[in-house]
Structures are given as structure tokens and as C-alpha cells.
């Protein structure tokens, strides 16, 4: 693209290698889903007119924290709000309006790939009590509070932006899932994490704790997403601004903050999932479009809100990280958005990313 601006180049001392492992480590290579057929109907949309930016435990020692004050003093970069600084964990997406509607919208992407569902794990219809990890704006703990209302739903989060108006079997906690867990063991007969890639820097540990609160029979399914836009035609193209804006910032932040956004690549679900004790573990993988490009209508309409959640906040996915990985207030952001807004509309560009989610039951006799 001869209008790029300069190719961005990470900050001294920064990794411009993709988020995996060392080149000594053995890279996991998944099993693909099938590609994706492309729909006739690939014109470029040329309409520009208006960016969906503006669119759209109690105990002294417990990481569960009560709402104070302390909590809701948000850190603020360049207007955009994050979680206090209270917390040790640094999460790269903001806490505001615009970043939940966001992913109030991942939220009907991801039940629309599973088609219609809320998990993929066989649990029991007469689940007594659930844990969701990294609840976000709330919305996946009330659907489920509402397709099972005779379950006690607790969803957990570093900010306190759910709703105040929820179902009767639905609550919300502010917790760091990276501290120690406070629950007792064999509490939850379902645990629910979804999309903590870059939350994470101790995935067997995060697992250990999920085993540990989990009673013996039951499940917990994780459900990832490695952050890089990919294509199988050659349409997301090295000079791009997918590649070199998108791509090399999940890549190259990765080790500046001591996590991965490639949880796939590097194989971490199933791993940490046999290093906690699960056993019967079920991997189901998936490949979601970014635009409405697919000739499939079910996956066209999937692609349609990726690329929705993406233009109303590329902003938020990107700005904490630019930071990290550039330096605060480094040139040519504002032009790489705008660059990436419109690839993002482009029907001639057959970008997609990976999914996977992966659940086990904890054996009875543990």
C-alpha cells in the first residue's frame, strides 16, 4: 500500500517475533477447520461516510475486593478508561461504553459460531451453581442465568461495569482471577472462562485453581481466540495495514507484558488442562471471518458482527497496546486506524481468525 504510513517498528527493546515461544521451544501446530469458500459478491465497500467508533469473600486477605473508591479510580489514557490500578493485572482493552458494546457484540458472534449456544461442555441440566471468569459487561452470566434459573450465577471481573438490573439468580464480584482464588474447593459445578488472552501469564496455574473449585463430575470449558488476522488466499497482505498494524502489535506485545495472544498457537488450553488433572477433554476448533465475505450466510452474518465489534472500537484493541509496544504518543497511530477501518470494509480482503475452546471434567474421584 503505497499510502502507509512507515512500517512500524516496536520500541527498543521490543519483540517484533510473533507472540509464541522461543525458536527453541516446539510451536504447536492445531488442526485447521476446513477453509472458508468465499462468496461471489467480494466488491470493495466504498462507503466511508461515518466510523462505527461512535457507534454503536470478605476477608482482609481475599483478592475479592468490595466496591471502594480505590476501585473505581480508572487509570485514563487518551480519554479512554481502565481498570484501577489497584489490581497487579494490566488489561489492555478499556472499561468504557464503547469497549462493552464491543463485547456485548462478541458475546452474539461467539453463540452464533456455536450455533445458538452458550457453552459447548455436556453439563447437567440441574447445575447449581456456575462461575464465569472475566464476565466483562455481564451478559454471558445473565443469558445463562436465564436459560437456567434455578442456578446460582457468579460472574467475576477487574471493573464493576455490568448492569445493576440483572436476573435474581445472577451476581456480580470484583476479582482478579491471576491472584488466588478464594472460593472453597469442590464449589462450582461449572466453570466458564472466555477470551482472557492477554489476561494470562500462568495458564496451568489458572487451571489448577479452576480444578481445585470445580466439584468431582463437573466442568469447565475455556473458549480463546489467537489475536491475528489471517487468510488462506493471500488477501490479508504483508504490507497491509492488518499485518503491519493488527498482527505486529498482538504479536510483538506478547512478551512486553509476560502473556500470550496466541493461545492456540502455543497450545496453552489443552495443555493446562492436562497438567490440572481434567480428563475427558474435547477441543473444537473454528475459524471466524472478519467481514461478510463467506459464501455461507450463517458465517457471513458471523462475520458481519466481528467486523462491527472491530470498527466500533479498533480504538480499544489497540491503543493500550500501540503504547506498550511503540511509546506513548509514537506517530502514525491515528493513520494506521484509519487505514485499518477501511481494510476492515473491504470485501476483497478474506481475513479470519482462529478459535478454539476446549473443556474438561474433573474426575469424580478427585
Known sequence: MADQPTTATPAAGASTSPGSPSAQQQHYVP??????????????????EGDADSA???????????I????????????????????????????????????????HYLTMLIEDKLFLAPIQDDVKKVLDIGTGSGIWAIDFADQFPNAEVIGTDLSPTQPLWVPPNV????????????????????????????????????????????TPG????????????????????PDS????????LYRSAGKKLGV???????????????????????????????????ADKRLAEVGQYVQLTMLNDVEGYTLFLWNTVMGENAPGYQEYLAYMRRELKNRKIHGYMRCKYVFGRKPISA
Not at 174 to 194: E, G, I, K, N, S
Not at 228 to 233: A, C, G, N, V, Y
Open 218 to 237: 463437573s466442568w469447565v470449558q475455556s473458549c480463546e481466540a489467537d489475536v491475528e488476522i489471517l487468510s488462506d488466499d493471500g488477501t490479508v497482505a
Open 260 to 294: 500470550t495472544f496466541q493461545p492456540i498457537g502455543e497450545n496453552v488450553q489443552k495443555t493446562a488442562f492436562e497438567a490440572a488433572g481434567f480428563e475427558d477433554i474435547q477441543e473444537h476448533s473454528y475459524k471466524f471471518p472478519v467481514g461478510g465475505w463467506p
Open 68 to 107: 471502594t473508591a480505590s476501585i473505581l479510580e480508572y487509570r485514563t489514557i487518551q480519554g479512554r478508561t481502565y481498570h484501577s490500578e489497584k489490581h497487579n493485572s494490566k488489561y489492555f482493552t478499556p472499561n468504557d461504553e464503547q469497549q462493552l458494546q464491543s463485547q456485548d457484540i462478541t458475546h
Open 171 to 214: 451476581k456480580f464480584e470484583l476479582d482478579d482471577c491471576t491472584q488466588p482464588w478464594t472460593w472453597a474447593a469442590d464449589t462450582f459445578d461449572f466453570v466458564h472462562m472466555r477470551y482472557l488472552f492477554g489476561a494470562i501469564a500462568d495458564w496451568d496455574e489458572l487451571l489448577r485453581q479452576a480444578f481445585r473449585v470445580t
Open 31 to 48: 488442526e485447521q477447520p476446513e477453509t472458508i469458500a468465499v462468496a461471489a459478491d467480494t466488491e470493495e465497500n466504498e462507503d466511508e
Open 56 to 66: 454503536l469473600g470478605e476477608d482482609a486477605a481475599s483478592s475479592t475486593n468490595s
Open 241 to 248: 495495514s492488518m499485518e503491519l498494524f493488527w498482527n505486529m
